[in-house]
Structure formats: structure tokens, C-alpha cells
């Protein structure tokens, strides 16, 4: 199985600062045929059920707002919140779909310092 | 507008079994792969079982293989996960999610989640 770790397990941010967090695989998750990391990052907020953000490591899903980035290849990934907002306080999973079983990170808290 | 609705959910014993159902519509339910993941109280998210879009692959989480089957009825749009021998540790809001495609990539949907407790 691929393991998904995630870094930091929490992070406070002021609002309008930039918000980085890491995802690292046991094993690349970059399919060669096609050149793309099956990578993606979902955002889970209480009460609401998961939202994906980017998928293919770096792809931006129609609708989530250019703030959030997603950047890295292989084994290593980040997902970017370049100016935290008060509605973007949530738990964010990065999730492998190279191969089964699917997995994802432990998961990274983030807040408003 | 896509959407997906579990039921099923709810308390049973220890060793019991439930059977939980996800409505879709919206789509082409047969052309995309669907998904269960679940999230236990204070956890994370977990993948637990998916099946591709004709119904005829199946894939499971080692914590419920054995234990969990799911399958599709694609004439009547529903995703259905059978689970027996349940356990405290199988206690989660389980979410059905619609695939990015007929093969096994991203969820792009998700239900609202139906919330199975396991508790003498």
C-alpha cells in the first residue's frame, strides 16, 4: 500500500498570509504513460462533506478560487493557500490514486491565527 | 446537477450487519466508477471499497475485505455497500462519491454521508 504523510498535522495562519502544506508518498504516484501525478486534495469542513480542490497533483477543480495551488511531482506535493480567508479554515487531505487501495494523508488543520 | 443520496445508516450491534444505499442522479451513473469512504469520529478520511462503472471490478479496503461487498443496480442509478460482521472500529459517517471517470481516479462528488454506529 502507498502511504500518504502529511505535514504539518495543524497550522495557524493569519488571514491575507500564505499557507503551505506537504503531502509525501512512499512511492511515486507519477504514472509515466501519461506524465501525471495521481494526486489529489480534498477540503473537509465540519458538517460538510469532503470537497476536492486539485486533482492530477496541480489541476484546479472548475469552481475553487485561484488562492489554492497544488505543485510537486513523484513523491512530493504541496498545496498552497496563497492568502488565507476566514471561510478557508478546514482540515485538508491529500489522497493517492495511482493504485488500490486509495489512500490518503492523516490530515492537516488549518486555522485562523 | 449532480447528486447523491445515502441511507442505510444507523446503530447496530456488534457482529450485526447493515446494508447502506446512495441514490444518484444527475449523471451517466453507469460511465463513472463510485466510491465509499468514511470518516470515523475525530479520524481522518478512509477509502473503504470502490467499483468501476459497469459494476464488473470491485476493490476493498484490507480492513473490510471479507466482511464488506458493494455493487451497483445501473438501471435503477443506485450504489449499495452490504456489510456484515461489523465492528466498534467500523463506527464512521460513510460517503458515497461519484469517480472522475468509469476507472478508479478522483472523487469530484460526494454525498452528505450516512452515519453508521456500532455499539452493544
Known amino acids: 500500500d502507498i502511504v500518504m504523510t502529511q505535514s504539518p498535522d495543524s497550522l495557524a495562519v493569519s488571514l491575507g498570509e500564505r499557507a503551505t502544506i506537504n503531502c509525501k508518498s512512499s512511492q511515486s504516484v507519477l504514472y509515466s504513460s501519461n506524465n501525471k501525478n495521481y494526486l489529489a486534495w480534498y477540503q473537509l469542513k465540519p458538517g460538510q462533506p469532503p470537497k476536492v480542490l486539485i486533482y492530477w497533483a496541480s489541476t484546479r477543480e472548475s469552481g475553487v478560487p485561484d488562492r489554492f495551488s497544488g505543485s510537486g511531482s513523484g513523491t512530493d506535493f504541496t498545496l498552497t493557500i496563497s492568502s488565507l480567508q476566514a471561510e478557508d479554515v478546514a482540515v485538508y487531505f491529500c489522497q493517492q490514486f495511482y493504485s488500490t487501495p486509495l489512500t490518503f494523508g492523516g490530515g492537516t488543520k488549518v486555522e485562523i491565527k | 446537477e449532480v447528486q447523491l443520496l445515502e441511507s442505510g445508516g444507523g446503530l447496530v450491534q456488534p457482529g450485526g450487519s447493515l446494508r447502506l444505499s446512495c441514490a444518484a442522479s444527475?449523471?451517466?451513473?453507469?460511465?463513472?466508477?463510485m466510491s465509499w469512504v468514511r470518516q470515523a469520529p475525530g479520524k481522518g478520511l478512509e477509502w473503504v471499497s470502490a467499483i468501476s462503472g459497469g459494476g464488473e471490478s470491485t476493490y476493498y479496503a484490507d480492513s473490510v475485505k471479507g466482511r464488506f461487498t458493494v455493487s451497483r443496480d445501473n438501471s435503477k442509478n443506485t450504489l449499495s455497500l452490504q456489510m456484515n460482521s461489523l465492528r466498534a472500529e467500523d463506527t464512521a459517517m460513510y460517503y458515497c462519491a461519484k469517480d472522475y471517470s468509469t476507472g478508479l481516479y478522483y472523487s469530484d462528488y460526494w454525498g452528505q454521508g450516512t452515519q453508521v454506529t456500532v455499539s452493544s
Open positions: 444527475g449523471f451517466s451513473f453507469s460511465s463513472y466508477a
